[in-house]
């Protein structure tokens, strides 16, 4: 009753301070992508110039796979200001970097804290209100997305100019510690949801293990760099043997990291599939549509990042509607079958694009992309939340967000192929001319896969359950195929 009481008279300040946690980070993405180019030329390595990234968001994804368990074993609250400190803390040692390889050493450690900070939050909404009350708030969550993408590049750029590119990091202490000042004294411990503290170190070892190989095989192959054919290759198999360890760990680890059984939920499996699709199309748009404006429309890289403001707009002003609906309704399948159904026409209306094509068009083409994703964002993590016992919650919200990082990096990557092979050179080489033509060619082509993943996952959610959802806390909850569901 204690905790009940403490919610209901700082809600207002605890959800605060759980968006701004979750803007932090999403900020520290987009701003870093701007100031990459200055902290080359001061620190020097290009050959590396990609490896911040990746190594940050394989750090993201292994800590928010550990974040479920964690949460369960130590609390949520204890989990999240942690993971702010740290984050913190590899801030401003990334602020301090003298080269490269301190900047990729603090980078992940950055990470490590912000995989569990992009987790936990989703989490501690299913322990703060009923699974029908869930989809408003997760809502509300897109926002600090939305916001990152549309200020984050230009107030990276203004920082780097005006104060220097340390900066970009540094602006993340008093962010972090405003955001530790409404955590720390208003967010009630939940408790703690799973006792016996056994952690399962061969299912993270071997995932940590897989995960690492595969990104860097994968960035050696995107960057064409001079790795010896055996080494890459050697990468690709240590990748695909770690994979196959880690789903022996999770078949016999008392305590998995990731429970295989929960793939026997049909909504879990449905709404990971989903949430992986998602990760590998939604960022078709903010990559592409600015290739195509300044590759063939000619335009400048500021005036390519302000078209893409409707599309954050769109998608931040559905994913708040989507997030009432579902509240209002407890439905989610018909939401998930009309935001693939519209995502699947806008990704065909960008494979289009040509060089007549005006920027009205593309403007109206993006906010139809936008409204479908937006109205994705809050759904599979609610309908996946409120398909499983209380005991499951950590590992599912936690599952839905690195599944999710995961289709991003395979996404891209596969995408990334794609314009390769269709220009049959490497982009990175500037000094190659392309013809517009050729490039319009390569951006039809992705934007064709972007339909076709949007379409498979349309005629997956025909088989998502609409599990009722209660509007009322529960205790524990029974499993997905004991609870009613609507006609």
């Not at 974040?67 to 401003?92: E, M, P, T």
């Not at 760099?225 to 990468?235: F, G, Q, Y």
């Not at 390519?304 to 439905?331: D, E, H, N, R």
């Not at 064709?448 to 993943?453: K, T």
Request: charge should be neutral; charged fraction near 10%.
């Amino acid at each position: 009753m204690d905790v009940e009481n403490n919610v209901l008279k700082h809600f207002k300040l605890i959800i605060s301070g759980l968006i701004i946690s979750l803007l932090i980070v999403s900020l520290d993405s987009t701003i870093t992508t701007t100031a990459m180019p200055q902290i080359i030329a001061s620190l020097g390595g290009l050959q590396y110039y990609v490896w911040p990234v990746t190594i940050y968001l394989t750090a993201v994804i292994i800590s928010a796979m550990l974040s479920g368990k964690l949460s369960d074993f130590y609390g949520s609250k204890k989990i999240l200001s942690g993971a702010l400190l740290v984050f913190i803390f590899g801030s401003v040692l990334c602020g301090f970097s003298q080269n490269m390889t301190e900047l990729i050493l603090f980078r992940a450690l950055q990470g490590l804290g912000a995989g569990i900070i992009v987790t936990v939050p989703k989490k501690i909404i299913a322990e703060m209100v009923p699974p029908r009350q869930r989809g408003k708030y997760m809502g509300l969550f897109g926002i600090a997305g939305g916001i990152s993408t549309v200020v984050g590049p230009t107030l990276g750029g203004f920082i780097t100019d005006s104060l220097g590119w340390q900066w970009i990091f540094f602006v993340n202490v008093p962010i972090g510690v405003l955001t530790l000042s409404l955590i720390i004294p208003y967010l009630p411990e939940f408790g703690v949801i799973v006792k016996e503290k056994v952690m399962d170190y061969l299912g993270i070892i071997t995932f940590a293990g897989a995960l690492t190989s595969f990104s860097a095989a994968l960035t050696f192959s995107q960057q064409n760099t001079t790795i010896s054919p055996a080494l890459l290759d050697s990468l690709w198999i240590f990748a695909v043997i770690m994979f196959f360890g880690f789903i022996y760990a999770e078949r016999k680890a008392k305590e998995p990291v990731l429970p295989l059984y929960l793939f026997k939920n049909l909504v879990f499996t449905i709404s990971t599939v989903s949430v992986f699709l998602l990760g590998a199309v939604t960022l078709a748009g903010t990559v592409y549509i600015p290739l195509f404006l300044q590759l063939v429309l000619g335009l400048s890289p500021s005036s390519s990042g302000a078209y893409l403001t409707p599309l954050m707009f769109t998608m931040i002003i559905t994913a708040v509607l989507s997030g009432q609906i579902i509240s209002k309704t407890g439905t989610y399948k018909k939401l998930a079958i009309i935001s693939f159904a519209i995502g699947a026409v806008g990704m065909f209306l960008l494979s289009t694009l040509t060089q007549s094509t005006s920027g009205l068009e593309i403007i109206v083409y993006e906010i139809i992309i936008g409204i479908g994703a937006g109205l994705s964002m809050p759904l599979f993590t609610v309908a996946a939340q409120n398909s499983v016992s209380k005991r499951d919650l950590g590992v599912v919200t936690s599952s839905s967000m690195y599944i999710e990082q995961l289709g991003s990096i395979i996404g891209l990557a596969v995408l990334g192929t794609v314009v390769n092979m269709t220009l049959n050179l490497n982009l990175q080489n500037t000094t190659v001319h392309v013809s517009s033509s050729l490039i319009v060619t390569a951006v039809h082509n992705v934007f064709v896969i972007a339909a076709v993943l949007n379409i498979m996952g349309l005629a997956l959610c025909f088989f998502l359950k609409d599990i009722y959802m209660s509007d009322e806390m529960e205790e524990e909850k029974i499993g997905c195929e004991d609870v009613p569901e609507y006609s």
